[in-house]
C-alpha cells in the first residue's frame, strides 16, 4: 500500500486523464480487436499465438481470483483513495490483475513474434505503461499486478515456440487447443461444484462462472474454427489496405452483433443457466475464425 500512496500524492487532473487512458489498452475489447487484426490481416499462426496467450492468461487470471479472493485496495484500506473514473472497470476482486494480463499477454505477444526493433519498443512501453496505470489508478497493488506480469510473460514465451512447431507439426495445434479445452472444462468443473465457503462475495462467484462457461465456449469454438479452417477453408491473409480495412471493421461488426444479440435468447433457451455464455462465445469464435473468413478469397483477388 505505500506505493499507492506514493502514487496518491502525485496525482493531476492530466496525469489522472493519461493514465485513464492508457489503461484501456488492457481491456478485453483491445485484446480482441488486436487479435483478431493479427489472424485476419497478418498471420494465422500468430493470430492462434495471440489468443492462445490470451485464452490461457484468462483461465489462470480467474482461478486465482476466485481462489484467493482478494479484496480491492480501497476495501482493505478505508482511507486510501482512488481514481473515480476507474472504479467502475474495477468490479470483482483484485489478485491478480486482469488489465497487466491483457496488456503482456497482446503486446508481449507481438513484441515476441515481431522483426521490427521499432515496433517491440512500443510494445514493451505499452505493456508497462498499462501495469503501472493500473497502480496509479489505485485499483491494483504492486503483488496484483507482479504476479499477473510474469505469468502472462512467462505464457509469452513458453507458448511462442510451442505454436511456432505448428508450421512443421500442424496436428500440434489441435494438442495444444485440446488441452486448453480441457482445462476450460476443468474450471467449469471447479467453480460448479466447489463448496466455497461462506464469505465467498455472490456476485464475484457469479462472475466467475460466466467467465469459466464463456472460455470453454471460446477454445471450443476456436478449436472447431482450426478444424474447418486446416480441413476445407485455409483462408488467405493478404489483401490490398481497403481490404484489409474491410475485413477487420465488418468482421468486428459481425462478432459483436453475434455476441450482442444471440444473449438474450441463448439465456432463454438455456433458463438463464451461465452456459448460455458457453454457446454464445463459441458461436463468436467460430464466426469469426470460419464463417466470416469464407469471404477472404475475394479480396485476395485484388492483391494479386
Request: aromatic share 14%; proline share 5%.
Amino acid at each position: 500500500m505505500e506505493l499507492l500512496y506514493w502514487f496518491e500524492t502525485i496525482r493531476t487532473p492530466a496525469l489522472d486523464a493519461a493514465m485513464s487512458l492508457v489503461t484501456r489498452l488492457g481491456e478485453e475489447t483491445f485484446f480482441m480487436v488486436a487479435a483478431l487484426f493479427v489472424f485476419w490481416c497478418v498471420d494465422k499462426r500468430r493470430g492462434y499465438y495471440l489468443l492462445a496467450v490470451g485464452f490461457t492468461g484468462t483461465l489462470i487470471n480467474q482461478w486465482l481470483k476466485i481462489v484467493c479472493r482478494v479484496p480491492r485496495p480501497w476495501v482493505r484500506d478505508p482511507h486510501f483513495t482512488i481514481v473515480e473514473s476507474a472504479r467502475h472497470g474495477a468490479a470483482g476482486y483484485s489478485f491478480p490483475s486482469g488489465h497487466t494480463q491483457s496488456a503482456v499477454g497482446v503486446f508481449g505477444g507481438v513484441a515476441r513474434f515481431t522483426r521490427r526493433w521499432w515496433l517491440r519498443c512500443v510494445c514493451l512501453v505499452l505493456l508497462v505503461l498499462v501495469s503501472v496505470s493500473r497502480m496509479y489508478l489505485g485499483v491494483h497493488t504492486p503483488a496484483d499486478v507482479g504476479v499477473s506480469f510474469a505469468v502472462t510473460a512467462a505464457l509469452v514465451l513458453l507458448l511462442y515456440p510451442l505454436i511456432e512447431s505448428t508450421l512443421w507439426f500442424p496436428g500440434r495445434m489441435y494438442v495444444i487447443l485440446g488441452v486448453l479445452l480441457g482445462a476450460s472444462a476443468a474450471f467449469v468443473a471447479f467453480v460448479e461444484l466447489f463448496p466455497f465457503p461462506a464469505d465467498v462475495d455472490g456476485a464475484n462467484l457469479a462472475g466467475a462462472v460466466k467467465n469459466a462457461w464463456s472460455m470453454a465456449g471460446a477454445v471450443g469454438g476456436m478449436l472447431l474454427a482450426c478444424l474447418f479452417d486446416n480441413r476445407l477453408l485455409q483462408f488467405p491473409n493478404r489483401a490490398p489496405w481497403w481490404g484489409q480495412l474491410v475485413k477487420l471493421l465488418g468482421g468486428l461488426v459481425l462478432v459483436v452483433l453475434v455476441k450482442s444479440l444471440l444473449k438474450a435468447p441463448l439465456l432463454a433457451l438455456c433458463g438463464g443457466h451461465q452456459a448460455a455464455h458457453a454457446l454464445r462465445y463459441f458461436l463468436m469464435v467460430l464466426t469469426a475464425g470460419a464463417l466470416w473468413p469464407m469471404t477472404f478469397r475475394f479480396f485476395e483477388r485484388y492483391a494479386r
